[in-house]
């Protein structure tokens, strides 16, 4: 007989502290450290300190303890003010997310200026997370209003972050490297991925990273989801460069993705006693499919055994994408997969399932929560309050769905943004 261990006769606990271990365990400040060495004759501090992103304080925090003099710009997103005091060298910029604003523009100015008035013998090291794309922005060829409409048209339409970063890079005097071309120094940069399978070029957009993509891939993204945007496709016709293919003084590392917030999370399940596999952190598409590729692993694992046997708490990391239409409710793309997952299972008449999706970035889509869980019961409290799940899926409602069931998770926001994680239990 399998032993029945017994964090899991509280799955709903576990999943939260599963998910708040991982945050704890993957913050930017510990990914950082490690690779901020003490200055030395060969290895000064650097110049320049440039950290944007959802992760940007935090990042800053680690570098300056490391180099405390070093001249830092810091972009984050509106919020309530940083409790603790910067130093007088560093300027803090609050700028618009998920939509770039008259801020973001600033920051992108900001941000250009201060890598060109650094010389070829001084260096900049440049901290990037998710959210860069919206926080640093400097329009070419449109103005930001263009920009604004065309970025979310591009969320509504269910195109992938690859493909709206493709576009953004060609509208940009900041992105797909442009950044490190204005600047004769030397430009280290550590990045925190929030792109399946962290490449470099796609997180934030790829400022300080050397980009292969052209105008002509750019317009390809506009024709696929059949998006007028006049302004854009004219300057992509225009004849303008594209974004620089090389870059020698620059250098880009990964140093916390997806997978490091699933491996924390496995091992805090794991030293629980609690068998824990990780499916991958690579998952994408249509939310409502991703529930369904999920539903069809508990069915083989419930029913047959396979390819896992029960207990066993299932993850699964990456970004789903969700494509809104004209009646649009409360929502993200962590909730929805919830909800269609509940859907899934009542279809299938699959019972006892406990679930967890939650965005490490503490919002989800629309609502102020950070995901929802998912419990046996869920259809019948939705039901004893006149709730069905099937209308507030269809009009991507999750949040008020599962607000009224008290299943919403609410973290905040985390200062974290290595993509979603998913967890199932199956006991």
Not at 153 to 166: F, K, M, Q, Y
């Amino acid at each position: 007989m399998t032993r029945f261990p017994a964090a899991l006769h509280d799955p709903r606990a576990l999943l939260e502290g599963a998910f708040r271990h991982a945050l704890h365990a993957a913050s930017p400040g510990h990914l950082l450290a490690p690779h901020l060495t003490a200055p030395t004759a060969r290895e000064p501090a650097p110049d320049l300190i440039l950290s944007v992103g959802k992760a940007s304080v935090p990042m800053a925090r680690a570098a300056l303890n490391a180099y405390p003099d070093t001249p830092t710009l810091i972009v984050t997103p509106h919020g309530p003010p940083d409790p603790q005091p910067w130093p007088a060298q560093v300027e803090v910029i609050h700028a618009g997310h998920p939509l770039p604003d008259d801020a973001s523009v600033r920051a992108g100015h900001a941000a250009l200026t201060r890598m060109r008035a650094l010389r070829a013998d001084q260096a900049a090291l440049v901290l990037i997370s998710g959210g860069g794309s919206a926080l640093l922005c400097a329009p070419d060829g449109v103005t930001l209003a263009h920009k604004q409409a065309l970025t979310d048209a591009l969320l509504r339409s269910g195109a992938d972050i690859h493909e709206i970063n493709t576009v953004r890079k060609h509208l940009s005097s900041v992105k797909g490297g442009r950044l490190a071309q204005a600047t004769a120094a030397r430009v280290r940069t550590l990045l925190l991925s929030d792109v399946v399978g962290d490449p470099p070029g796609m997180i934030a957009s790829g400022p300080t990273t050397p980009d292969p993509t052209t105008h002509a891939d750019a317009l390809r993204v506009l024709d696929r989801y059949h998006l007028s945007a006049p302004e854009a496709r004219a300057h992509l016709t225009s004849g303008a460069p594209d974004p620089p293919a090389h870059l020698p003084r620059a250098s880009q590392q990964v140093i916390g993705s997806n997978r490091t917030l699933l491996d924390a999370a496995a091992r805090y399940l794991r030293d629980q006693g609690v068998k824990t596999v990780i499916l991958g952190d690579t998952f994408t598409g249509e939310a409502r499919a991703l529930a369904a590729f999920h539903a069809q692993i508990i069915r083989s694992v419930q029913r047959h055994g396979t390819p896992f046997t029960p207990p066993v708490v299932l993850l699964s990391g990456g970004e789903a994408t969700v494509t809104l239409g004209p009646d649009t409710g409360r929502g993200g793309r962590n909730q929805e997969f919830a909800l269609a997952l509940l859907t899934e299972l009542a279809r299938a008449g699959l019972p006892g399932v406990h679930a967890l999706s939650a965005g490490s970035d503490g919002r989800d889509g629309s609502s102020p929560g950070t995901g929802a869980f998912l419990t046996p019961d869920s259809l019948s409290r939705a039901a004893h309050l006149g709730l069905d799940p099937l209308r507030h899926l269809t009009r991507h409602d999750a949040h008020t769905f599962f607000q009224a069931l008290g299943d919403v998770l609410h973290t905040g926001l985390t200062g974290h943004n290595l993509n979603d994680l998913r967890a199932v239990v199956l006991p």
